[in-house]
């Protein structure tokens, strides 16, 4: 759920990328911060651990244009990967404008991947959300390694709903703004049409 700042004239939006431990969210953030103009992004915040990369979060603020004269911003988010962690999910996920689900394209992380898309699907429902309703996108990351999985079986296992997807390897920043540009085009449309 967006936040509308009337003073500010500002609508900001909160988008996060969810998935499995280790399947490139923290690097498409931290791809995305890098690459874009100082001052139009905000400190980039990470909590680590020994066992996880990211914790809590990675935040910043994005400035995309505007809506009826509101400047929007976007805040990214990163859940943590592992299902340990789902306490910490769900409190990220509470009013989000849209998700990027970032799927691990090695063979051997299929079942991460699919724990983890029924893991977003629980948590939604049980906030009482549906990522059908949500602007979703999929980014199928890592695709430069030698064990990745053909994308048409990734799609089957982890794309029933045919969101809008991307190939992508983070790290050298492959398919990630493209990542990001839809879904927030998707965000933005939603905006619109609920505003």
Known sequence: MSFINYTNREITCKIVYYG???????TNVQWIHAQTAQEAR??????????????FFDFFPLALGQIRGFKTRFHLYTVPG??????????ILKNLDGVVFVADSQDERMDANVESVENLLTNLQDQGDE??????????????????????EMRRLLNPLGAPEFEA??????????TLKQV??????????NT
Do not use: H, W
């Not at 927030?184 to 049409?193: C, F, N, S």
């Open 82 to 91: 592992q299902v340990f962690y789902d306490a910490s999910r769900k409190l």
């Open 131 to 152: 990522l059908s309703k949500v602007p979703y996108v999929m980014q199928y990351n890592k695709r430069d390694l030698p064990n990745a999985a053909p994308v048409d």
């Open 20 to 26: 499995p431990g280790l399947c490139g969210k923290t």
């Open 169 to 178: 390897v983070a790290p050298t920043g492959v398919g990630v703004f493209e």
């Open 42 to 55: 905000g400190k980039l915040i990470s909590l680590a651990t020994e066992t996880e990369r990211t914790l």
């Open 184 to 193: 927030a085009k998707l965000v933005l449309a939603d905006l619109r049409k």
